[in-house]
Nanobody, 116 residues
């Protein structure tokens, strides 16, 4: 299956910021269910933030107030702004698109490393 392109990520010290973005092969991502997941070493994949097809934003409690999910309509990208990063945020982050017809795509995965 084709992976969505992801941009951003990398390594930062605790308290720093990083921005992740995820492209789409669709002409629009309106009315898609969009999300970012992450999976750390030895951990289950967990939902970080999501935007429902109805426009509802949800965040995991661990990132509330620090992470912001948005859509860049000009570039058709899903953006995750991550501020005040903590070592426990270290993970591989992957975007997820669920299209209205039921097809879905995953991003290629991006490593985020936060050092103390």
């Amino acid at each position: 299956q084709v992976s969505l392109p992801q941009f951003g990520g990398g390594s930062v010290q605790a308290g720093g910021s990083l921005t992740l973005s995820c492209g789409s092969y669709e002409t629009t991502i309106d009315f898609h269910t969009l999300a970012w997941y992450r999976q750390g070493p030895g951990n289950e994949r967990e939902l970080v933030a999501s935007l429902s097809s109805y426009g509802t934003f949800r965040y995991d409690e661990s990132v509330k107030g620090r992470f912001t999910l948005s859509v860049d309509n000009a570039q058709n990208r899903l953006v995750l702004q991550m501020n005040n990063l903590k070592p426990e945020d270290t993970s591989v982050y992957s975007c997820y698109h669920l299209l209205p017809g039921g097809n879905y795509y995953w991003g290629q995965g991006t490593q985020v490393t936060v050092t103390s």
